[in-house]
């Protein structure tokens, strides 16, 4: 027997194992490199959720302000169930006190008190006026409605490119910008099938609700289409609350201020 | 009175011309859009009170030379012109305590016109106690308003409430006395709520007796469903006087813009009066079918368009309604030769359901509005359409409402009534009609 034989065996081997632990080292850097990979419909799903709970109530101010500087102010109540259902009531000014309104996922309802029963609405109308439609004032989670698209980093954070889930969605494409160390979008620009920008939506005042809903408290809009136009929207006492999901319902639309 | 009316008008006008003129500056950046929001002011209290006042200046444009303007005044007015004016004050209360709420709505109404001087009038329009032990279930009892259907001017399903003015479909209504429920459920998949509401209605001297001279209990209910993100409602009404009903209607979004809907009501027994062009009467028994199809279209420059069919199948045929007319005819002209009024005062008793309003059998109804045209802030200019697809007359009405205050809204409505002799909007008193209101909220 020859020892050289043995030597050729063992260097084989080895070369077989450098080989196998090459492999092995390969794949775990790919996936340690594709769990570090940003996802942006994850960071999607967290900036809703850093927004709001999944269910809870809320006060809101809207205002919106004409090029002539006239102002017109509502108040409104509401209540958020799961990703996409959504009942509001308002409560000043007079004229509009008990008209209700009610999204579960596209579809949306108005009640007003002197007519009596709902009747459907669509999301680019807008109940209040100004520049905030339906879809703004009667918003269910971004991650619902939208795909990222395309995710960039930048100084101040992420900015993500959303593209509507379906045509029946009021933007056909959305804009994110985020603040990466918070997870809360400072500016959001909605477009529309064109490519023509719509609308900004600027997040502003970032204020503790308790119970660590952290969030911006006001969110200012302005738009191309309605130049000298403002409008804002308020919040107010943000709460975590579980919801029957009896009160997202048509019957329940004029009751929905029984619930404050 | 009418002036003090008046004056109370020129008042509320003036009011706004000021605010308007010395409202504050007009630069953007200087005004302070009250970012701040105390809650408490907006804290839940267990009782409201809010309600809205209306003038109303109304001049109507009489046709001297119509039947039913005939049929009405015969020879004893010799205007041309009928104006009144209108003070209507509405109140609305709400009292809640725990798992009960009473609720009501009371309306005070002032008129002053040229034929009847003044007059009032008040009413509940609902007055009711609700008991809701959950979110899922409702108890109520009392005087309440139930609107069922879908359709916006003609409503085929809505078995247990009064019928609508086509001139102001969105006008509130006077409910009737019942006792009714309502259960509601939701669930998973692709039926996701499902809602019933029973209603009870007594009829007897001390209630409801306007539905009928004769005592009974009505009772009915609504079956209500959402899937596929469609609402449909399943009803019916048992009535041993005001025979049975049993109905269906829907309401759908076909894309974000275009809804469609639509109703059907089926009349067990139907009983039609029917009086020819010589005074015979007769009555016909038969089942009838009342059905509508409708939809609503928003443009992309924010025009809204409704439009809906309507079929009356209680309804008269364009001859039944000319024979009708043709008796009036006959009836003037035996009271101008002989001073006779018996025929005239025939027709009297048929006028209930021959002058009712869509008292033919198929028409059509088309309202477009638009949303501040040329930028005029808080500018609503609107055209009401409704033809009479039998005998091609037609009810037109242009309107703007303009909202410059916050709770103060000025209404300009005029309606025009076209069509031949003979024909529904041809023979009516009024051929024309302007109403000036002005509505403040509190």
């Given at each position: 027997?020859?020892?050289?034989m043995f030597?050729?065996?063992d260097?084989?081997?080895k070369?077989?194992?450098?080989?196998?632990l090459?492999?092995?080292?390969?794949?775990?850097?790919?996936?340690?490199?594709?769990?570090?990979?940003?996802?942006?419909?994850?960071?999607?799903?967290?900036?809703d959720?850093?927004?709001?709970?999944?269910?809870?109530?809320?006060?809101?101010?809207?205002?919106?302000?004409?090029?002539?500087?006239?102002?017109?102010?509502?108040i409104?109540?509401?209540?958020?169930?799961?990703?996409?259902?959504?009942?509001?009531?308002?409560?000043?000014?007079?004229?509009?006190?008990?008209?209700s309104?009610?999204?579960?996922g596209?579809?949306?309802?108005l009640?007003?008190?002197?007519?009596?029963?709902?009747?459907?609405?669509?999301?680019?109308?807008?109940?209040?006026?100004?520049?905030?439609?339906?879809?703004?004032?009667?918003?269910?989670?971004?991650?619902?409605?939208?795909?990222?698209?395309?995710?960039?980093?930048?100084?101040?954070?992420?900015?993500?490119?959303?593209?509507?889930?379906?045509?029946?969605?009021?933007?056909?494409?959305?804009?994110?910008?985020?603040?990466?160390?918070?997870?809360?979008?400072?500016?959001i620009?909605?477009y529309?099938?064109?490519g023509?920008l719509?609308?900004?939506?600027?997040f502003k005042?970032?204020?503790?609700?308790?119970?660590?809903?952290?969030?911006?408290s006001i969110?200012e809009?302005?738009?191309?289409?309605?130049?000298?136009?403002?409008?804002?929207?308020?919040f107010?006492?943000?709460?975590?609350r579980?919801?029957a999901?009896?009160?997202?319902?048509l019957?329940?639309?004029?009751?929905?201020?029984?619930?404050? | 009175?009418?002036?003090?009316?008046?004056i109370?008008?020129?008042?509320?006008?003036?009011?706004?011309?000021?605010?308007?003129?010395?409202?504050?500056?007009?630069?953007?950046?200087?005004?302070?859009?009250?970012?701040?929001?105390?809650i408490?002011?907006?804290?839940?209290?267990?009782?409201?009170?809010?309600?809205d006042?209306?003038?109303?200046?109304?001049?109507?444009?009489?046709?001297?030379?119509?039947l039913?303007?005939?049929?009405?005044?015969?020879?004893?007015y010799?205007?041309?012109?009928?104006w009144?004016?209108?003070?209507?004050?509405?109140?609305?209360?709400?009292?809640?305590?725990?798992?009960?709420?009473?609720?009501?709505?009371?309306?005070g109404?002032?008129y002053?016109?040229?034929?009847?001087?003044?007059?009032?009038?008040?009413?509940?329009?609902?007055?009711?106690?609700?008991?809701?032990?959950?979110?899922?279930?409702?108890?109520?009892?009392?005087?309440?308003?139930?609107?069922?259907?879908?359709?916006?001017?003609?409503?085929?399903?809505?078995?247990?409430?009064?019928p609508?003015?086509?001139?102001?479909?969105y006008?509130?209504?006077?409910?009737?006395?019942?006792l009714?429920?309502?259960?509601?459920?939701?669930?998973?998949?692709?039926?996701?709520?499902?809602a019933?509401?029973?209603?009870?209605?007594?009829?007897?001297?001390?209630?409801?007796?306007?539905?009928?001279?004769?005592?009974?209990?009505?009772?009915?209910?609504?079956?209500?469903?959402?899937?596929?993100?469609?609402?449909?409602?399943?009803?019916?009404?048992i009535?041993?006087?005001?025979?049975?009903?049993?109905?269906?209607?829907?309401?759908?979004?076909?894309?974000?813009?275009?809804?469609i809907?639509?109703?059907?009501?089926?009349?067990?027994?139907?009983?039609?009066?029917?009086?020819?062009?010589?005074?015979?009467?007769?009555?016909?028994?038969?089942?009838a079918?009342?059905?509508?199809?409708?939809l609503?279209?928003?443009?992309?420059q924010?025009?809204?368009?409704i439009?809906?069919?309507y079929?009356?199948?209680?309804?008269?045929?364009?001859?039944?309604?000319?024979?009708?007319?043709?008796?009036i005819?006959?009836?003037?002209?035996?009271?101008?030769?002989?001073?006779?009024?018996?025929?005239?005062?025939?027709?009297?008793?048929?006028?209930?359901?021959?002058?009712?309003?869509?008292?033919?059998?198929?028409?059509l109804?088309?309202?477009?509005?638009?949303?501040?045209?040329?930028?005029?802030?808080y500018?609503?200019?609107?055209?009401?359409?409704?033809?009479?697809?039998?005998?091609?007359?037609?009810f037109?009405?242009?309107?703007?409402?303009y909202?410059?205050?916050?709770?103060?809204?000025?209404?300009?409505?005029?309606?025009?009534?076209?069509?031949?002799s003979?024909?529904?909007?041809?023979?009516?008193?009024n051929?024309?009609?302007?109403?000036?209101?002005?509505r403040?909220?509190?």
């Amino acid at each position: 027997m020859h020892w050289g034989m043995f030597d050729s065996i063992d260097n084989f081997n080895k070369g077989k194992k450098m080989k196998k632990l090459s492999i092995i080292t390969l794949l775990v850097l790919f996936w340690a490199l594709s769990a570090f990979a940003l996802d942006g419909n994850e960071i999607l799903k967290q900036v809703d959720r850093n927004l709001n709970p999944e269910s809870f109530e809320m006060y809101r101010k809207l205002i919106n302000i004409e090029p002539d500087g006239t102002k017109k102010e509502f108040i409104m109540f509401s209540v958020k169930k799961g990703k996409d259902k959504m009942a509001s009531v308002f409560l000043s000014p007079a004229s509009e006190k008990g008209r209700s309104t009610l999204r579960i996922g596209d579809n949306m309802w108005l009640y007003i008190p002197n007519v009596g029963k709902p009747i459907r609405i669509t999301s680019l109308q807008s109940v209040t006026g100004g520049i905030f439609n339906n879809s703004d004032i009667m918003r269910v989670d971004y991650s619902v409605e939208y795909n990222c698209d395309k995710i960039e980093t930048t100084d101040k954070g992420y900015t993500l490119y959303l593209k509507a889930r379906v045509r029946s969605v009021a933007y056909e494409a959305v804009t994110m910008f985020i603040d990466s160390e918070k997870l809360l979008p400072y500016k959001i620009e909605c477009y529309a099938a064109s490519g023509m920008l719509i609308k900004n939506l600027y997040f502003k005042n970032i204020k503790d609700f308790g119970n660590d809903i952290i969030r911006p408290s006001i969110i200012e809009t302005d738009s191309p289409l309605y130049k000298g136009y403002k409008s804002y929207i308020v919040f107010a006492n943000i709460k975590s609350r579980e919801l029957a999901s009896e009160i997202f319902s048509l019957n329940y639309m004029q009751k929905i201020d029984d619930l404050r | 009175m009418r002036q003090f009316f008046l004056i109370l008008i020129f008042g509320l006008i003036s009011i706004f011309f000021y605010q308007s003129v010395f409202s504050q500056s007009t630069d953007n950046d200087s005004i302070d859009p009250g970012l701040d929001f105390k809650i408490e002011e907006f804290e839940k209290k267990p009782y409201s009170l809010n309600g809205d006042i209306k003038i109303k200046e109304t001049l109507r444009f009489l046709d001297r030379d119509s039947l039913l303007f005939k049929q009405k005044y015969l020879d004893n007015y010799t205007e041309t012109t009928s104006w009144q004016t209108d003070l209507d004050l509405t109140i609305e209360g709400q009292y809640q305590k725990d798992i009960i709420k009473l609720y009501g709505r009371f309306k005070g109404l002032f008129y002053y016109n040229n034929n009847e001087n003044f007059e009032s009038e008040g009413k509940a329009e609902e007055a009711y106690i609700s008991l809701q032990p959950s979110f899922a279930w409702a108890f109520d009892a009392g005087k309440k308003v139930h609107k069922w259907g879908k359709g916006y001017a003609f409503n085929p399903s809505a078995f247990f409430s009064r019928p609508k003015d086509l001139d102001d479909p969105y006008a509130t209504l006077e409910g009737f006395y019942s006792l009714s429920v309502d259960y509601i459920k939701s669930m998973e998949g692709f039926l996701e709520t499902i809602a019933i509401t029973p209603v009870l209605m007594p009829v007897n001297r001390d209630l409801n007796h306007d539905l009928g001279p004769e005592d009974e209990l009505i009772w009915g209910s609504k079956l209500y469903l959402f899937a596929f993100d469609t609402d449909v409602d399943f009803m019916f009404m048992i009535s041993d006087n005001l025979d049975n009903h049993f109905g269906i209607d829907f309401s759908k979004n076909i894309s974000p813009s275009f809804e469609i809907h639509g109703e059907a009501a089926l009349v067990q027994d139907y009983h039609q009066y029917i009086i020819d062009e010589d005074g015979n009467t007769s009555e016909q028994e038969y089942d009838a079918f009342n059905f509508l199809l409708g939809l609503r279209y928003l443009s992309s420059q924010d025009t809204t368009y409704i439009f809906e069919y309507y079929r009356n199948g209680q309804g008269y045929s364009a001859r039944e309604y000319e024979n009708y007319l043709t008796f009036i005819e006959r009836g003037y002209d035996h009271y101008l030769n002989t001073s006779n009024k018996t025929m005239i005062s025939k027709s009297h008793a048929f006028a209930p359901y021959y002058n009712q309003q869509a008292a033919m059998r198929d028409y059509l109804y088309l309202r477009i509005s638009q949303h501040e045209p040329f930028d005029i802030l808080y500018f609503g200019p609107a055209i009401t359409f409704i033809y009479n697809m039998d005998d091609h007359s037609a009810f037109i009405t242009p309107q703007i409402t303009y909202s410059p205050l916050t709770n103060l809204i000025f209404d300009l409505k005029t309606s025009f009534l076209i069509g031949k002799s003979k024909t529904e909007y041809g023979e009516k008193i009024n051929n024309a009609k302007i109403v000036l209101s002005v509505r403040y909220y509190f």
